[in-house]
């Protein structure tokens, strides 16, 4: 049941452009950029040495990060973390009392297992959990 | 000049209960407690296998953190990165125009050399810069 790392830590931003700028100054760039339509979402991933910085910016009106730009503007959004077998960890935290944004995994960007817990069990904090992707098998 | 990785990930609550409270069912607990008298701030750090997320309470009114709590709420506070040498850093990212909070290094929790740089710059994220630690030498 222990998580097993922070697979990455997301930002809203209207306009990454900023953000990316001073990234640059640090030798970062992005790595890996896509489209979650049925989210609205534009995501572009940073690889900072073995972590990932993710940057949603929204596309159009209406989605969860043009919603959540307006209450409370841009900045840090969620923070993912890694877990070995997600449907156990939620059955877990059902029994527990804590309260979910997601009953049952999604698949969110990358094609990975997700879930959401919601802020209000987590000090405010909006807390995503990602599966652990098996490596590749060779062959 | 380039990043080396995610230090660390903060969390301001004014109670980090039901924060560890559900860390606690990912297997997940405070590895490091201390006070950062002059910040007027209660730093708990969690190790989430690799990786460090730094939760942030107030002691006292009047702290950069209850400042936080009270216009932004609970929530995710700020990113570290780290960087190999934060004097050249902080020298380049002035020349470039980005606006710092700490023109130089401060000494931050856990004795580390620090920065922070203004949101403004960055998106709306605040963003820490850390120095890398040297290894310890033997004898």
Do not use: N, W
Request: aromatic share 2%; hydrophobic share 45%; charged share 20%.
């Amino acid at each position: 049941m222990k998580a097993t790392r922070i697979a990455h830590l997301a930002v809203a931003t209207a306009d990454s452009r900023d953000l990316l700028t001073v990234l640059g100054h640090l030798g970062l760039a992005v790595t890996h950029e896509e489209t979650v339509a049925d989210q609205g979402v534009r995501v572009q991933m940073v690889g900072i040495g073995p972590d990932q910085l993710e940057i949603l910016q929204p596309e159009g009106d209406g989605s969860p990060i043009s919603r959540f730009l307006a209450e409370r503007g841009q900045g840090l959004h969620h923070l993912a973390i890694e877990v070995d077998d997600l449907a156990a960890v939620l059955a877990h935290l059902q029994t527990q009392g804590v309260r979910l944004i997601d009953a049952r995994a999604r698949i969110g960007a990358g094609g990975r297992r997700i879930a959401f817990l919601h802020p209000a069990s987590c000090g405010g904090v909006l807390v995503e959990l990602c599966e652990r992707e098996e490596p590749t098998s060779v062959g």
